[in-house]
């Protein structure tokens, strides 16, 4: 598997996200703990959470097993992220910039190992909101 950034094209005309996601980018993960990229890129994550902190809304979803995916799917959906949930959910390792008063993803990755690449998406996207 090649791991960086994913140039997706837009599935669909996304809307922004629910008040409590609003004001900062929002960064979702599609995890298992069956998937050894998750593994890979788990410190990453943990240093890129330690960075941003609270600067980021961060949200995680486990796909590891059909009830977990099932609570993803409902967290998803609750949270105005249905539909990308329903497009990646099989592809765990993803992780996905997003600005929340587009709902568009900035940028998407796939078992990215480079914190520099997270970082200036996310700076990327920062710029982006309230412009």
């Excluded at 240093?47 to 099932?70: C, I, K, M, Y």
């Excluded at 609570?71 to 105005?80: C, F, I, S």
Aim: charged share 15%.
């Amino acid at each position: 598997m090649s791991t960086g950034a994913l140039h997706t094209s837009p599935a669909h005309a996304a809307t922004p996200l629910p008040a409590p996601l609003q004001g900062k980018p929002v960064v979702v993960e599609i995890v298992a703990s069956w998937c050894s990229a998750c593994q890979t890129i788990k410190p990453v994550m943990q240093t890129l959470r330690q960075q941003e902190g609270d600067a980021v809304h961060w949200v995680r979803f486990d796909v590891t097993n059909p009830a977990s995916t099932q609570q993803a799917a409902d967290r998803a959906e609750h949270l105005g992220l249905g539909p990308l949930f329903k497009r990646h959910r099989s592809q765990t390792s993803q992780v996905s910039v997003i600005n929340p008063e587009t709902g568009q993803a900035v940028k998407t990755f796939r078992a990215q190992p480079n914190l520099d690449s997270y970082l200036k998406a996310i700076a990327t996207t920062r710029s982006m909101i309230g412009s």
